[in-house]
């Protein structure tokens, strides 16, 4: 995409009664609707099936995608359109208007427009083939991780130890559990037997994660967390591996969409940080499940200028403080301003909360927190 191309659809966007003309232009390049044979994919090495891309397109309405993508739209306009912020820039007032009926989207900030295709490229800063191969990975496996996810949230209050370990992690709010969409896997069978009802085979509960080879249930009396693309299980028992992840990406920064707003973000290891913290009013924290974070979660504190706020595990052992002080360089590198937090010894957000810390305390804590 060249930069008269983009300068063109920004200058088209101006006009009154450009939605059609604004659309037509802004397919994705190898979408053009002259197109009738089989076309090339960016670098032109291998065909695409263009009736496959329209199926896969069909499969996967873009305002479905943007939503799994915590994407909210803000205000309706006619004819089924949106505007919301854009999730590909910096964006302050919302840009970025989304045609539900079309499947396709504008932004009016940063002039990118197109399909779900050309969506997923530039969110995910990957090439078109890479972008196809995610999209059909997100149809197979989203629909059966909102199943899954449906089913562990009514098992919540069913159980009385999944509340009690709640409770024990400070984690309390209706409106938090809401929020995080926070569920409980009993195990044993129970969701393969969910599952399985609702028209799935065992084999796409065991290539998802969510059954072992042996057809029971993978996460066992664990509180659950749907994340992007993933799950991820607590174990309420201190025998089993803490923590776990389906074998898939364990995809961005958690609940990006809402941090990415504040010019100051806090960025803590755990999801149990991230509840205590969001439930005493701190909106701006993110998470990156665990303190090595991934090329996306990285290029996503960077996506515009703020100061991240590190508040990693202070360990008895110091590789949380190792960690957050390698990671504090690195974003220092790419123009990112960084604070440290320091917790009193042997805390996580999590325990300062839960031994009683509030949120006026961990306000000092910000306030103190160091270069
Ligand atoms: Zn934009």
Not at 157 to 184: C, D, F, K, N, W
Not at 232 to 259: C, D, I, M, N, V
Not at 287 to 314: E, I, K, W
Request: aromatic fraction near 10%.
């Amino acid at each position: 995409m060249g930069r008269t191309a983009t300068a063109e659809r920004v200058v088209l966007g101006k006009g009154r009664n450009s939605r059609r003309a604004l659309f037509a232009d802004t397919h994705h390049p190898c979408l053009g609707s002259e197109c009738t044979l089989p076309y090339s994919a960016a670098g032109g090495k291998q065909s695409v099936n263009r009736q496959a891309l329209d199926e896969l397109k069909q499969q996967i309405p873009l305002l479905d995608y943007l939503q799994a993508q915590d994407w909210q739209p803000v205000r309706p306009l006619s004819g089924g359109r949106w505007m919301g912020l854009c999730p590909l820039h910096a964006d302050r007032k919302p840009s970025f208007l989304v045609d539900a009926g079309k499947s396709l989207f504008y932004c009016y900030g940063c002039g990118r427009g197109g399909d779900v295709i050309r969506f997923a490229e530039i969110y995910h800063d990957v090439k078109f083939r890479q972008a196809l191969v995610l999209l059909r990975q997100w149809r197979g496996l989203a629909p059966l991780l909102q199943q899954a996810t449906d089913f562990y949230r009514m098992q919540l209050h069913r159980h009385t130890e999944a509340v009690a370990y709640l409770q024990q992690r400070g984690v309390r709010s209706p409106e938090l559990i809401e929020h995080m969409r926070i569920g409980y896997a009993p195990g044993g069978g129970c969701l393969r037997a969910w599952l399985i009802e609702s028209g799935y085979p065992l084999s796409a509960l065991r290539q998802a994660g969510l059954a072992t080879s042996f057809g029971y249930d993978a996460y066992v009396h664990r509180i659950v967390f749907p994340l992007e693309g993933n799950l991820y299980g607590r174990s309420l028992s201190a025998a089993a591996p803490p923590h776990r992840f389906l074998p898939s990406p364990k995809g961005g920064l958690y609940a990006w969409e809402q941090a990415r707003r504040y010019p100051e973000v806090i960025l803590v290891e755990g999801l149990f940080d991230y509840a205590v913290l969001w439930q005493s009013g701190f909106h701006n924290v993110t998470c990156a499940m665990g303190t090595h974070l991934n090329a996306r979660q990285f290029q996503q504190l960077c996506d515009s200028p703020r100061t991240v706020y590190l508040s990693f595990d202070a360990d008895s052992n110091g590789s949380g403080q190792q960690a957050s002080q390698q990671l504090a360089h690195r974003l220092q590198a790419h123009g990112i301003l960084t604070r440290r937090i320091v917790l009193p010894a042997g805390h996580d957000p999590n325990s300062f909360f839960v031994e009683g810390g509030d949120a006026a305390q961990f306000q000092s804590l910000l306030e103190a927190a160091q270069p």
